[in-house]
């Protein structure tokens, strides 16, 4: 059993630059959430996808962020015309609830470096 | 709202000397908690977590946690730190589990916990 993967691990790009990251969750897992943690920080929610279906998404989550996960298995998420405070590791995690013990299993990361 | 408070940023504590890590939470509901642990470059990986029932959790690598409702506390302890133990530990908070709802985790802002030979 894979667990969570994700590319790239590292980004840098300079700024007003587009950036897609991808996630692929561990299979069968239902649910996959981003999270994006800044430095000195903790995680913070930034939306989640219930198989395909977008299902809530975090006043974080600007207009320049965009997320997607077609066939309800891995997932993209694009920041357009990227900024400085962009910068940081952006997290994803899967899990699978179809019993109520829910847990989240977290991929590596990719930390985005603005310029 | 939910919320979760680590106290002290960074802990030392020498090789096989007690590790308490300390964690509070505000929440309006009965929450669900949890204890991850980073390492560098790493994502989360899960240490503990509680839910319902027994309020003294044991997790992998010989932590626990236990569940305070009356102090609004979730603190992580383990008997005996070892060198490998050195990392950040993040204390999370849910809202319970049911159909339908978002389970996304609220964070705290991590303890770096360094281990001393």
């Known amino acids: 059993d894979t667990g969570v993967s994700q590319d790239p691990r590292h980004k840098i790009t300079k700024r007003g630059q587009n950036v897609t990251f991808r996630c692929d969750p561990i299979?069968?897992?239902?649910?996959l959430y981003w999270y994006r943690q800044t430095l000195g920080q903790g995680p913070e929610f930034l939306t989640y996808?219930?198989?395909?279906?977008?299902?809530?998404k975090s006043r974080l989550l600007s207009d320049r962020f965009s997320a997607e996960r077609p066939k309800g298995s891995f997932s993209t998420l694009e920041i357009q015309r990227t900024e400085q405070g962009d910068s940081a590791m952006y997290l994803c995690?899967?899990?699978?609830?179809?019993?109520?013990?829910?847990?989240?299993?977290f991929g590596p990361g990719t930390r985005l470096l603005v310029l | 709202a939910q919320s979760v408070t680590q106290l002290g940023s960074h802990v030392s504590v020498s090789e096989g000397a007690l590790v308490l890590l300390r964690c509070n939470y505000s929440s309006s509901v009965p929450p669900y908690l949890f204890w991850y642990v980073q390492y560098p470059n790493q994502g989360l990986q899960l240490l503990l977590k509680y839910t319902t029932g027994a309020t003294l959790v044991k997790g992998i690598n010989g932590f626990e946690a236990e569940f305070k409702k009356s102090e609004t506390s979730f603190h992580l302890t383990k008997p005996s730190a070892h060198m490998s133990d050195a990392a950040e530990y993040f204390c999370a908070v849910s809202r319970p589990w049911s159909s339908g709802s978002a389970r996304q985790l609220t964070f705290g802002s991590g303890t770096q916990l360094t281990v001393l030979p």
């Open positions: 995690a899967s899990s699978f609830t179809q019993t109520l013990q829910e847990t989240q299993y």
């Open positions: 299979s069968e897992h239902n649910r």
């Open positions: 996808f219930q198989n395909e279906a977008q299902l809530e």
